[in-house]
């Protein structure tokens, strides 16, 4: 069965600077989809970027870019110049080929003014 | 073009009793899923409907039940509810099979006293 760990429960950064939120996953397909998901207090998700595990090159969506490295089985999340709109709970998750999403713990992201 | 709506978004039962909690997803998607998200144990997966059928189920017991209706809404049952059934739960919605990417409702509270 594939599992998601997100190492970083949380995690802070100062307002417009860089930070990355740490992914792994483990799995034996070959394709599938990996995603961030963003849960801010008002509990709505909401899809932050999206990744095709046949693609080599890193999804980007403005300021949030993504590091796919798939023989280490990783996905990390950058936010580049932090807004105090970015803070939530931030998700991984790996879509398998059951078309189930798989999520990981969250890591809870605080942007300091 | 509205998205997934879920109710209702807030709700208390006491122990034992029962609750069905409804969903309506994105018009033109056939797949919805169901997850928990209870306090520190992240995202589980719950049931996955698609085309009127269950496709999947998580690791949950029997009496977390659920059906998706012709137009693709779909009703989550829990049956002799227990304290530990308190959580967020939250539906989203597909295009269904084709490794799209699932769009979330905003969730209803359940309260188990």
């Known amino acids: 069965a594939q599992t998601v760990t997100q190492s970083q429960p949380e995690m802070s950064v100062q307002e417009a600077e860089t930070v990355t939120l740490s992914c792994t996953y483990d799995?034996?397909?070959?394709?599938?989809?990996l995603f961030w998901y963003k849960q801010p207090p008002s509990r709505q998700m909401i899809l932050v970027i999206r990744?095709?595990?046949?693609?080599?090159q890193n999804a980007t969506e403005n300021r949030f870019s993504v590091n796919f490295q798939k023989a280490a089985k990783s996905f990390s999340l950058k936010i580049s110049d932090s807004q105090l709109g970015d803070a939530a709970m931030y998700f991984c998750?790996?879509?398998?080929?059951?078309?189930?999403?798989?999520f990981g713990k969250g890591t809870r992201l605080h942007i300091l003014p | 073009e509205a998205g997934v709506t879920q109710s209702p978004t807030h709700l208390i039962k006491t122990r034992g009793q029962q609750v069905t909690l409804r969903c309506s997803p994105i018009?033109?998607?056939?797949?919805v899923y169901w997850y928990q998200q209870a306090l520190g144990l992240g995202l589980q997966f719950l049931l996955w409907?698609?085309?009127?059928?269950?496709?999947n189920r998580g690791n949950f017991p029997p009496r977390f039940s659920g059906r998706q209706f012709p137009n693709y809404s779909s009703e989550l049952n829990v049956n002799a509810l227990e304290l530990e059934d308190s959580a967020l739960y939250l539906c989203?919605?597909?295009?269904?099979?084709?490794?799209?990417?699932?769009?979330f409702g905003q969730g209803t509270r359940l309260t188990v006293v």
């Open positions: 989203a919605s597909s295009r269904g099979t084709g490794r799209a990417e699932a769009f």
């Open positions: 799995t034996s397909e070959s394709d599938y989809y």
């Open positions: 990744q095709e595990a046949y693609k080599q």
């Open positions: 998750a790996y879509l398998n080929r059951d078309d189930k999403i798989i």
């Open positions: 018009s033109g998607h056939t797949s």
């Open positions: 409907y698609d085309e009127g059928e269950e496709r």
